[in-house]
T-cell receptor, first 113, second 114 residues
Framework: DAKTTQPNSMESNEEEPVHLPCNHS???????IHWYRQLPSQGPEYVIH???SNVNNRMASLAIAEDRKSSTLILHRATLRDAAVYYC??????????????FGKGTKLTVNP | EPEVTQTPSHQVTQMGQEVILRCVPI?????FYWYRQILGQKVEFLVS????????KSEIFDDQFSVERPDGSNFTLKIRSTKLEDSAMYFC????????????FGDGTRLSIL
């Protein structure tokens, strides 16, 4: 399984932007970058995914480096509800790729009021 | 918004007993998964299920574990003879398809083995 590296923890203030980094230097050409988050006492929740271009949805934006060896999840205005563990996960959607999500330790985001 | 529901939210069982954890995936989803998270540790994949059979399983998913989709709505995980180390949060997930389709998770069943 391709490996990702994330900081153990980050802190932010409410209503400020948050940039959560992820390194994936061994990413293969067919790997997509997925982000999930896990709020306290809940199951993981899908946030966003992308291949090469930057992606936006109602929850967040995903900025992917040109060489694809790193990416950044951007929360434009953090709220208290965004306090969670954020996981960066590589997935290969091609035939023969695994269906499982491989979770690392993720980044624990604390949002201060 | 449709969601994955899991019951019970907390199950307490004596070591050696059988336990069945239940899940109702999102209705039009075709792929089903079980994961577990031991307290303070990573979320770990157990098994995936498609077209009424196991499509992938991890080393954790040994002969003590089984999965079933007994009807059109439920998806169950059975542990035949529970051990202390089976104590964990068990998450069910489902997805519409394979590949980049997001997996939607339930809020889990906390399994405590005494």
């Amino acid at each position: 399984d391709a490996k990702t590296t994330q900081p153990n923890s980050m802190e932010s203030n409410e209503e400020e932007p948050v940039h959560l980094p992820c390194n994936h230097s061994t990413i293969s050409g067919t790997d997509y970058i997925h982000w999930y988050r896990q709020l306290p006492s809940q199951g993981p929740e899908y946030v966003i995914h992308g291949l090469t271009s930057n992606v936006n949805n109602r929850m967040a934006s995903l900025a992917i480096a040109e060489d694809r060896k790193s990416s950044t999840l951007i929360l434009h205005r953090a709220t208290l509800r965004d306090a969670a563990v954020y996981y960066c996960i590589l997935r290969d959607p091609t035939q023969g790729g695994s269906e499982k999500l491989v979770f690392g330790k993720g980044t624990k985001l604390t949002v201060n009021p | 918004e449709p969601e994955v529901t899991q019951t019970p939210s907390h199950q307490v069982t004596q070591m050696g007993q059988e336990v069945i954890l239940r899940c109702v995936p999102i209705s039009n989803h075709l792929y089903f998964y079980w994961y577990r998270q031991i307290l303070g540790q990573k979320v770990e994949f157990l098994v995936s299920f498609y077209n009424n059979e196991i499509s992938e399983k991890s080393e954790i998913f040994d002969d003590q574990f089984s999965v079933e989709r007994p009807d059109g709505s439920n998806f169950t995980l059975k542990i035949r003879s529970t051990k202390l180390e089976d104590s964990a949060m068990y998450f069910c997930a489902s997805s519409e398809g394979f590949g980049n389709q997001p997996q939607h998770f339930g809020d889990g069943t906390r399994l405590s083995i005494l």
